[in-house]
């Protein structure tokens, strides 16, 4: 069991913090005590104001620079998987959500809390419901009712990229693609048409589906459509007349999401294909200058996002974002979900000293 964690110490080591905050449960829809401690702790900030909307707290610096700059983590875990508490093995520190991220929210709540004066302005969101439903997502409910809190000169979300910068992101698209059979009794099959083995001309054309790999402002992206699910029959004795298979369509941020509708329903030409969600993906922007001061305090070249995450928000407002994090994501959401010490201090100190 873990000790309940009474307050948060905004002052102690960063890794200290991180497992502070994994000791915390805060499953998607569940984060009020996370809230909680985190308004709490930054409530003692005097060079910060602090605003609550629901469980996303936002604090800023009002310093009057000419630039702002906005970090922005999420406080939500997707559910446990007998990864709580936290423990350490070696240099790395394991427990739910150590890298999908409350490392990253550990590294901006240090900087919020001990860089009373920054070099440029900065807003700090600390929000709610990344990992469910768009409707529900903090950032989200910002754009939508508060979106002044969301104006900067660069977002930098504290996603997991290994302590360097993943920018941009791609979109995302899933459809259902529907094969239409006849149905009829399984003893007298010859009566009807089978759509699930109709479905296997939908499967080749996934299987021989070459996947784009386009060069975005100087990065690559790789495209990937793929089925990730199939649904058909009613019953063991029951020829099959419906067959849907969802299928995901990963593409690159030079696409719009007008493109990528366009193209799925192009690649199943002849078929019944249904939208059922889609989000566009952003642009690296590198070019910007905010994010090209970054990107060089970094110094490590930048790698393509692969995967959706919230820059696309900020993208959608015209405002350049870059993924830079502790942790590796591919281990986010897994149940040995853990983060490398050394990354957690890397991103602090690179944070630090382009800030301070």
């Known amino acids: 069991m873990a000790t309940a964690v009474q307050t948060l110490d905004l002052s102690t080591d960063v890794v200290a913090l991180t497992a502070a905050l994994i000791d915390v449960p805060s499953q998607s829809h569940q984060e009020a005590q996370l809230a909680d401690l985190v308004q709490a702790a930054l409530a003692g900030c005097a060079h910060l104001s602090v605003q609550r909307f629901g469980n996303t707290i936002v604090a800023q610096t009002h310093l009057g620079h000419s630039e702002r700059v906005l970090l922005g983590g999420h406080l939500d875990t997707v559910p446990a998987a007998d990864n709580i508490p936290h423990h350490f093995e070696g240099d790395r520190l394991y427990g739910l959500g150590s890298c999908d991220m409350k490392g990253g929210v550990a590294v901006a709540l240090r900087l919020a809390a001990t860089i009373p004066t920054p070099n440029r302005d900065v807003t700090y969101i600390f929000y709610e419901c990344e990992e469910v439903a768009g409707e529900f997502n903090g950032l989200q409910k910002l754009a939508d009712e508060q979106p002044e809190l969301l104006e900067a000169d660069l977002a930098i979300l504290m996603e997991p990229s290994n302590a360097a910068v993943e920018a941009g992101c791609q979109g995302t698209l899933r459809a259902e693609i529907s094969v ?11 009566l009807g048409e089978n759509a699930v083995h109709s479905a296997v001309n939908v499967l080749q054309i996934l299987g021989s589906y070459v996947p784009r790999r386009p060069i975005v402002d100087g990065l690559e992206y790789r495209e990937g459509l793929n089925a990730v699910a199939i649904n058909a029959g009613i019953a063991g004795n029951v020829i099959p007349d419906s067959c849907v298979v969802t299928v995901n369509y990963r593409f690159a941020p030079d ?17 019944d294909v249904v939208v059922v969600d889609l989000a566009a993906g952003a642009r690296p922007g590198l070019d910007r200058p905010a994010a090209a001061e970054f990107v060089a305090a970094v110094g490590q070249a930048p790698a393509p996002k692969f995967g959706w995450t919230d820059v696309a928000r900020f993208s959608a407002m015209g405002t350049p974002a870059l993924n830079f994090g502790p942790g590796d994501p591919s281990l986010a959401h897994s149940a040995d979900e853990h983060v490398p010490l050394e990354q957690l201090r890397a991103c602090e ?8």
Do not use: I, M, P
Request: hydrophobic residues 45%; charged residues 20%; proline residues 0%.
């Open 349 to 356: 100190l690179q944070l630090r000293t382009w800030l301070a």
């Open 255 to 271: 696409r719009s999401t007008a493109d990528a509708k366009a193209h799925v329903e192009a690649v199943f030409a002849g078929y």
């Open 180 to 190: 239409n059979g006849v149905r009829a009794h399984s003893a007298r099959s010859w």
